[in-house]
């Protein structure tokens, strides 16, 4: 099966820019996108964007990093992971937009606010124990699976599936070598290289991002979201077939639905498109060593664990040029969104002490 490499920040590319005039340039893309470019977007501020990489960043990739959990036969308590599913009520309906079988929280939840409540509902609770918690309608259309509001209060019925205590391991030479899952960092130096490294291309996504938010778009070309959906949905089953599940339990296991997916769709639409606008206001060009080196790249990085493909030809077999230029374009326009903002980092390195 051909694995879906996706263009966006995958790889760190050594590459030159080219700026100019574009005179002349504007077909030439539409030409090479396949569709007037500026009938579906305008572009909006694309550069200057000021970005903090914040001791915020840092300690929950720390944290993601070293964290480790032990299923546990004792009730829950703070500092815990619960897996639990629920079951929401309207009036004594259960609603199943409102129903999750598998979700995991820790007890100290961050970023959901609702799974917070629940944890706090399981405290005491061990595995096989229920509880109910109501919330407003509010909080429950924020965990809707269809984005649908809620005007009622919803009563969710809560069953512990199991508990796990969490703890987040000191950095150490030993630790990095024996149990961390970087397999390229051999100490703690190059460990934190590491994660200096992906807060880096975080803020890259993120400020790529805001260049998509910031652009307009009035409609979109119905080949490209085709390819795009296609495109997707190949990587899905790609994924899914590494995980020995169906595509539909992938989605389950990533909280997709239907709705999620379609927004997730267009917003890949907007990038590509708001990609074809700077690369004609900025006159970037991509050479065919560039090219040669992305192939290179892939099989090397990408593909290095797909026993299909073993020479730079297998490659080029599954993956056209035209396809890995707009790789490369796209590579190079959010570089110079990166380049051309101000990014500034604040945060102290710790190992957990």
Known sequence: MKKVISLCLTVALAVSMFAGCSCGRDSEIDKEAGYKVDKYIKLGKYKGFDYDIDQKKFDELLEEKTYEA?????????????????????????ISDLTQNNIAAETDQKDNAVYKKMTDALIGKQ??????????????????KSNKKYSQDVTFK?????????????????????????????????????????LETNAAADLWQKAIDNAKMTSWPPKLYD????????????????????VQEYYDMRGDTKESLEKEYLNQVKSTLVMWAIVKEEDIKVTKKEIEDRYKEMLEVDLADDDDYKTIADVKKDYPESEIKEAVY????????????????????????
């Not at 512990?160 to 051999?186: G, I, L, P, R």
């Open 70 to 94: 032990e299923d546990v036969s004792r009730p829950a308590k703070k500092g815990d992971e619960i897996e639990f599913s629920y079951t929401g009520y309207v009036a004594g309906k259960e």
């Open 127 to 144: 595995k096989g124990d229920t509880a109910n918690v109501k919330l407003s309608g509010a909080d429950a259309s924020k965990i809707s």
């Open 158 to 198: 809560l069953k512990v599936k199991q508990v796990s205590a969490v703890k987040h391991a000191k950095v150490t030479d030993e630790w990095v070598k024996e149990e961390s899952n970087e397999d390229d960092a051999k100490n703690t130096k190059e460990f934190f290289a590491v994660i200096e490294d992906e």
């Open 227 to 246: 390819k795009v959906k296609k495109e997707e949905e190949q990587d899905a089953a790609y994924a899914a077939d590494e995980w020995d599940m169906s």
């Open 330 to 353: 796209l590579n190079k326009a959010q570089q110079f969104v990166c380049d051309n903002s101000t990014i500034k980092k604040s945060y102290e390195v710790h190992n957990n002490k």
